[in-house]
């Protein structure tokens, strides 16, 4: 099976959360006997290039500019046609949002049959969203199948309400063997732990803002703990004004985005892991299987996406309103105050991770929705 996958970029190198989940998909697939994973993103530079990064075959078409976080390649059609023509994939998969892919995709003659994993509304670039949902509708009529990460995103979003019949629910993974206990983890963890002289409350995420870093600096200003926050973003500078402002930036530590074994020892020393977001931006959050890989039980919001799909509330962590700076507090002061609940919700946590939430899974269900639509026969084209 030959499998052709549209995004905007690939990692590495460029870092983000569709860009990881595609690389650990299109790998995952590759090393199954029989696949074949290719994928089609673009460059950000201007030249096209072509790569293989563990298996897979990454076509980088030359990007002229960005626009609203989306890389406008005009390659792209060319390269989907020709991708088509010499060796027709047994299967497109798209990843959204990227529109101009996706739009390419049509322009291209939409070959299929094809599979598009749907990560997130568009929420926030509310002009853009207006302007392409005619679009968006079109390729979502012309796909096969629509996966998506958890069942709340199907009944949570308008966009994707009356295409129920098509989504299929695919759980995102994590590689869940970066967060085993190894000894040399379990040592730097201790070392981080021996840093603090209170209990740490940790944060992994860009600072933008959907992911309500703001809420949980006003709720750690009644949580006797120090929060650490990993990751970088245009409110950075806001951020560090609202804690000195709160009289907690001593509690407050700000780190750049730190590499894999030194992020799998943070989930490790910290007692609580936070997830605060405030909008359905957050569709899953991917951070907080990292922390339940890691045995971390999290603190997360209500949001109408994945977000409380992951983390159940009284099983995995604990779940809050959104925006809601006091019930978050109360949550944390919760968890940081009952060492037997902590450890038995991460046992929880972890034992969840480790077998719903693993690659080799997610590559299983994905498979079996592109055998769906093959023994189907597609679409007609």
Known sequence: MRVTFLNKYYWPPHLGGVEHHLAMLATGLAARPGTRSEAIVANEGKATVR??????????VGRSFAYASTPVAPGMPAAIRAAAAVEKPDVFHLMFPYPWGEASWLVAGSPGPAVLTYHSDIVRQRFLGAAYRPILRR????????????????????VLAPFAEKCRVVPFAVETERFEPTPAMLARAGKLRAMHSRAVVLFVGRLIYYK?????????????????????????????????????????????????????????????FCL???????????VQLEAHASGTPVVSTDLPTGVPWVNRDGETGLVVPPGDAASLATALRTLLADEVLRARMGAHARERALATFGVSAMVDGTLAVYDEILEEGGRPT
């Not at 790569?51 to 980088?60: A, C, K, S, T, Y």
């Not at 709160?246 to 943070?266: K, N, Q, S, Y």
């Open 51 to 60: 790569e293989r990064i563990d298996g897979v075959d990454v076509l980088r």
């Open 139 to 158: 390729v979502l009529e012309r796909v096969d199948r629509i996966v998506v990460g958890s069942p709340p995103m199907i009944a949570g979003s308008e």
């Open 276 to 286: 605060p977001s405030v909008a359905r931006s957050e569709a899953y959050g991917l």
């Open 212 to 272: 309500g870093a703001d809420v949980l600096l006003r709720a750690m200003a009644d949580v006797e703990a120090d929060l650490v926050m990993i990751g970088d973003g245009p409110l950075e500078g806001e951020l560090c004004v609202l804690a000195a402002s709160l009289g907690i930036a001593d509690r407050v530590t700000l780190l750049a985005p730190v590499d894999d074994a030194e992020l799998a020892a943070w989930y490790r020393a910290a007692a609580v």
